[in-house]
């Protein structure tokens, strides 16, 4: 059964950091690319940051560039979400993303994890 599981979330003040990871079963992970977005209560689902398959090449959203990294480690199964600078305007459900770097039509999500950013 293909699962992703986030963790790593929760309450922070501003100007704080945090780690999430997203851990994956039941796929071959080192073939999928994998990607984190967020979404604000009421509002559309934003790309965050994006990795390819190997870990070679990296994309984030402009709103987070110079703030989170994005990073993986294939042994593990797991891709993870640096965020630091936190601020009450990050949106709060961070999900992570698998998708198949050869098949476009294999993918999954995880179920998505709360980021809270209060002073």
């Known amino acids: 059964q293909v699962q992703l599981v986030e963790s790593g979330g929760g309450l922070v003040q501003p100007g704080g950091s945090l780690r999430l990871s997203c851990a994956a079963s039941?796929?071959?992970?080192?073939?999928?690319?994998m990607t984190w977005y967020r979404q604000a209560p009421g509002k559309e689902r934003e790309l965050v940051a994006a990795?390819?398959?190997?870990?070679?090449?990296?994309n984030y959203a402009d709103s987070v560039k110079g703030r989170f990294t994005i990073s993986r480690d294939n042994a593990k199964n797991t891709v993870y979400l640096q965020m630091n600078s936190l601020q009450p305007t990050d949106p709060d459900i961070y999900s992570c993303?698998?998708?198949?770097?050869?098949?476009?039509?294999?993918?999954?999500w995880g179920r998505g994890h709360q980021v809270t950013v209060t002073p």
């Open positions: 039941g796929i071959t992970f080192s073939v999928y690319a």
């Open positions: 990795i390819t398959s190997a870990g070679g090449s990296t």
């Open positions: 993303r698998a998708h198949h770097a050869y098949i476009p039509r294999l993918n999954c």
